[in-house]
């Protein structure tokens, strides 16, 4: 199909973060996404929350070229008219303690009738030719479904149920919850799907909608701050990578899967690895490991190891460029690991649960070696340490699996057989293309 790369096309995305802010995974994703519109010459409109999770500073958003127009809904007022309904929405609820049997009776919906109206304001003045939704608690903006003439997307970065049963140790009401969750993806045109299992589940049950899988994705390189390299045609081997600093690297922010894994790592695991280590987290979960007392000089259960922490790094690539190994040991959690892929397009190795590659096309052969306990763990890790043959075919595996699902380039072209009129789009269904 011949692809009008001139589309000058308008986009409304409702997403609740500053995606600048990078705090998490998908912010990483969302800036991906936005980034690629640009190249195309999209127009990109952003609907998102205050007083919800992040801070903002508009004109930064908008004079890095990304954002054209800029929309905010304040989250906290209406949590406020809600209660005075007496309804009861959990904003933090990762945080509340689970009482009685069930925790979820319903799925949480943060489509407010002031939001809503917002956004019927927003799509009355101006014509747009996507729309695209992050998380089915917003699914109920589209309900009625409003009368214009655009595709509605949902990009669905996770399996909220599963989500909400791993947080509440399965204490929900998991077939309310999951047959409201299909009944709200199945009011969208498309879905998005970064999880090759999620979207086989939901096609399954939601038939409405079309599916296309649409990884993380990224250029080599990329998270470089300096001088990024991208030599896609030439492998060099690791030789067990002597001079790099850290031997271990965990990324991660503060929710909840991530804080659980790197105890489970540190409690677990680490107490197995005989030769001395040097461990570095990066990102928000640092402040609970220094709480914990897991950082070196405190007196937390790790001993004489090295575990050092950076809460925040200007140079993400630099990081993983002096790592040898990349850690996942996440007993939770949906969608795709971005901390994983970042770790492929570096080349390096990933010791993890069978979580670390949940969302893959594929989970063998890709330069993630999976353990489902500690002593396992801790041998994989061991054996990519004492073994240069080893390290280096994994290394090899990860860089070309990197390659094939989850570069920038390949990822685009599926993006580009997307975004297009919506009258091109049925007719490519049609034809069968």
């Not at 929900?172 to 045109?189: A, M, P, Q």
Request: proline content about 4%.
């Amino acid at each position: 199909m011949e692809i009008n790369r001139e589309m000058n096309k308008k986009i409304l995305l409702v997403y609740p973060h500053n995606f600048l802010e990078r705090k998490m995974g998908v912010d990483s994703r969302f800036y991906g996404l936005i980034t690629y519109f640009k190249t195309r010459n999209i127009e990109v409109d952003l609907f998102a929350l205050k007083n919800f999770v992040s801070s903002w500073d508009k004109q930064d958003l908008q004079e890095k070229g990304l954002i054209d127009e800029l929309f905010f809904y304040d989250f906290a007022e209406g949590r406020r008219q809600g209660k005075r309904k007496g309804k009861k929405w959990p904003l933090r609820f990762l945080k509340q303690k689970v009482s009685g049997d069930v925790k979820f009776a319903e799925l949480p919906d943060y489509a407010f009738d002031g939001m809503k109206k917002k956004f019927l304001q927003i799509l009355a003045a101006k014509q747009y030719d996507f729309v695209i939704i992050s998380y089915v608690y917003w699914a109920g903006l589209i309900e009625p479904r409003p009368a214009k003439n655009c595709r509605i997307i949902l990009d669905l970065s996770d399996f909220t149920t599963l989500n909400l049963f791993d947080m509440t140790a399965g204490k929900i009401d998991t077939g309310v919850l999951l047959g409201e969750e299909i009944r709200r993806v199945n009011l969208f045109d498309d879905v998005l799907c970064i999880s090759a299992e999620e979207q086989w589940f939901f096609s399954q049950f939601a038939k409405n909608p079309y599916y296309y899988y649409i990884p993380f994705f990224l250029k080599k390189g990329s998270l470089d701050k300096k001088n990024p390299k991208n030599d896609k045609d030439k492998y060099e081997s690791k030789d067990k990578d002597k001079n790099k600093k850290y031997d271990l690297l965990f990324v991660g922010s503060d929710n909840p899967f991530n804080k659980e894994g790197i105890d489970w790592f540190l409690k677990e695991v680490f107490p197995l690895l005989s030769a001395p280590l040097n461990i570095l987290v990066v990102g928000k979960v640092t402040a609970h490991v220094r709480e914990q007392g897991y950082e070196t000089g405190n007196s937390g259960s790790t001993g004489n190891k090295n575990v050092k922490c950076i809460p925040f790094a200007a140079d993400l690539g630099d990081v993983y460029r002096q790592t040898k190994i990349a850690l996942c040991p996440l007993l939770g959690g949906t969608g795709i690991k971005i901390k994983v892929i970042e770790a492929l397009a570096y080349e390096l190795p990933v010791v993890t649960t069978p979580k670390g590659v949940t969302g893959f096309p594929s989970k063998a052969g890709n330069g993630c070696l999976v353990a489902d306990t500690p002593q396992e763990f801790a041998d994989q890790v061991s054996r990519l340490l004492s073994d240069g043959n080893f390290y280096n075919e994994q290394s090899r595996q990860a860089r070309q699996y990197f390659r094939e699902h989850f570069e920038e380039s390949r990822v685009y072209k599926q993006l580009d057989h997307i975004f297009l009129s919506p009258g091109e789009i049925r007719r490519s269904r049609e034809k069968g293309e």
